[in-house]
């Protein structure tokens, strides 16, 4: 059984950072992509970033472009996402997700990762 589990959210001032943590067990994440979701209260729930098998492969939807940046650290089963310079826009239940794909982008991760972890909440005051 897959299971995804986040950590790392909390409540932060605007300008500041968080790093989200993000561990699989139930299988190597060696060979999938991997994604970063966002859902705040009354929006549907968006794509932040990907990170494709490759780490070299990685894709951010335009609001959080060099603020965000997704990483993963395989060998302890692990996708980040620091978060820096975080405004007040941000808060939302942070997600992450995986599949049996390779390479995913912004267009596709929502139908493709098909295993979620239960969100960890990012309240960003301004």
């Known amino acids: 059984q897959v299971r995804l589990v986040e950590s790392g959210g909390g409540l932060v001032q605007a300008g500041g950072s968080l790093r989200l943590s993000c561990t699989v067990s139930?299988?190597?994440?060696?060979?999938?992509?991997m994604g970063w979701f966002r859902q705040a209260p009354g929006k549907e729930r968006e794509c932040v970033a990907t990170?494709?098998?490759?780490?070299?492969?990685?894709d951010y939807t335009d609001s959080v472009k060099g603020r965000f940046t997704i990483s993963r650290d395989n060998t302890k089963n692990t996708v980040y996402l620091q978060m820096n310079s975080l405004e007040p826009e941000d808060t939302a239940v942070y997600y992450c997700?995986?599949?049996?794909?390779?390479?995913?982008?912004?267009?596709?991760?929502?139908?493709?990762?098909?295993?979620w972890g239960q969100g960890t909440q990012v309240t960003v005051s301004s």
């Open positions: 997700a995986t599949g049996s794909v390779t390479h995913v982008d912004l267009s596709s991760a929502q139908r493709a990762l098909v295993y």
């Open positions: 139930g299988r190597t994440i060696r060979s999938y992509a």
């Open positions: 990170i494709s098998r490759s780490e070299q492969t990685t």
